[in-house]
């Protein structure tokens, strides 16, 4: 496999979301016209609010979180002050919500964040859990896609980030494509984790070499498989 796709250096696997301003993997795009077809029949506007995100996006992300520029937050979505946080725990809070650059599984173009455009608009979406569950504005929505992905995995796709791993958090509005981004995970080796690290313009740097295994094992391969 192209290392460039796994590491979101290359857009040459990808194709325009039609109506839409995002790119997504060419070989999934049909089963997920297929996937907001049902959507629209059961009620629901089944929208993405994010795709395909670069290597350098990824990299400004993660630059802007580990200098203060970006606000961090807990468990509870409550502002961490980083002031009064070390470079090892702004790493940690970092990671819980957000991937390396270029260990996204973004750059696949097979993970999307999705939302109900029937109950949200794009402004209003922050990608945090409220939003998704109880009376939270696209809950119902994911109510229907939990149902949908038990009976035959909805045309492929699934939720890499359904349960707290002691990894990433919960995203339930983080869908992906399995056919592919199996693959894709399944190529991904710690070699290559590793010297992208080392090769990477990233802030916290030290921190993330000297805790390269754990944050591998924990943050990248540590997902739910359908």
Not at 50 to 63: M, P
Not at 135 to 154: F, I, K, V
Not at 195 to 214: G, Y
Request: proline share 5%.
């Amino acid at each position: 496999m192209n290392i460039d796709i796994l590491l979101g250096k290359t857009t040459e696997h990808l194709v325009p979301l039609p109506g839409t301003k995002f790119l997504i993997h060419k070989l999934m795009l049909q089963d997920f016209l297929q996937l907001q077809k049902e959507a629209k029949e059961e009620g629901f506007d089944l929208q993405v609010i994010s795709a395909f995100r670069d290597y350098e996006r990824q990299l400004k992300i993660w630059n802007l979180k580990a200098s203060g520029q970006r606000q961090l937050i807990d468990d509870q979505e409550r502002p961490l002050e980083f002031s009064k946080l070390s470079p090892l725990e702004v790493m940690w809070a970092i990671l819980r919500w957000s991937a390396l650059p270029g260990c996204s599984r973004h750059h696949w173009g097979t993970d999307i964040d999705v939302y109900d455009g029937n109950t949200q608009t794009a402004e209003e979406v922050k990608l945090v859990p409220s939003e998704t569950v109880g009376e939270g504005p696209s809950a119902r929505l994911h109510e229907w896609l939990d149902s949908r992905m038990s009976t035959n995995n909805a045309f492929g796709f699934y939720r890499p980030y359904a349960t707290d791993r002691g990894g990433v958090s919960p995203e339930r509005w983080h869908i992906s494509y399995h056919p592919l981004s199996r693959r894709c995970l399944d190529n991904f080796t710690f070699s290559l984790f590793k010297r992208n690290l080392e090769e990477s313009d990233i802030l916290l740097k030290e921190q993330l070499l000297e805790n390269a295994d754990e944050i591998f094992q924990r943050y990248f391969l540590n997902v739910d498989l359908p």
